[in-house]
């Protein structure tokens, strides 16, 4: 099977099987209608492109009641008493902000470059939203993990880098976020 190419609408619709074979197996797959092209592809695959472009840049920053999360240039920002509550908490926010996009921001001269993300919330599930925010992009299953990474390491070598030794009590609280982090 070769790319699939469609001039017109309604002859892409009474062909709807050979668009989706096409997008399933990675070919190209589009329709242009009026000098607009669209195309038809695998979301996984998206997703995984997405994730692997887009990265979080969230900032975790354990305080003495628990944890805030945000992501600069984004008004999102997370908070919960544990570090997990907290990637929770800002799944949430994401999913919220990427509605607010869809419905009003999509052309906000400051929001209008976020498409991508957008796209990347809306194709993922919460626990791959979650591993995105906590620098896990890309990681789709089958795709192969990379190296070993120990994100309790990596917090407590930033918050250290910028403030200082981190109390005991939060870098308990860290290390029992990730219970299989040495």
Sequence with gaps: ?????FDDPTEATSHV?????????GLAATVR?????????????LRHCLAAATPSRAEAVPEADGWSIFIPGLPVA????????????????LREYAQDWQDHLLDAPNHRD???????????????????VVGEAGEDEGAGR?????????????????????P????????????DAE
């Excluded at 005991?168 to 219970?179: G, K, N, R, S, Y």
Aim: hydrophobic residues 55%; proline residues 5%; aromatic residues 6%.
């Design 17 to 25: 099987p050979a668009l989706l074979a096409a997008a399933e197996r």
């Design 168 to 179: 005991d009590d939060l870098l308990t609280q860290a290390q029992a976020a990730w219970p």
């Design 114 to 132: 976020n498409w991508a993300l957008v796209q990347l919330i809306s194709l993922s599930d919460d626990r791959r939203l979650a591993e995105w």
């Design 78 to 93: 997370a908070d919960g008493a544990t570090f997990e509550e907290a990637v929770a908490e800002m799944v949430a926010a």
């Design 1 to 5: 099977m070769a790319a699939v190419h």
């Design 146 to 166: 990379g190296p070993e990474r120990d994100p309790v390491a990596e917090l407590v070598a930033d918050f250290e880098a910028r403030n200082g030794p981190v």
């Design 33 to 45: 209608r009026d000098g607009f092209l669209a195309a038809v592809v695998d979301a996984a695959r």
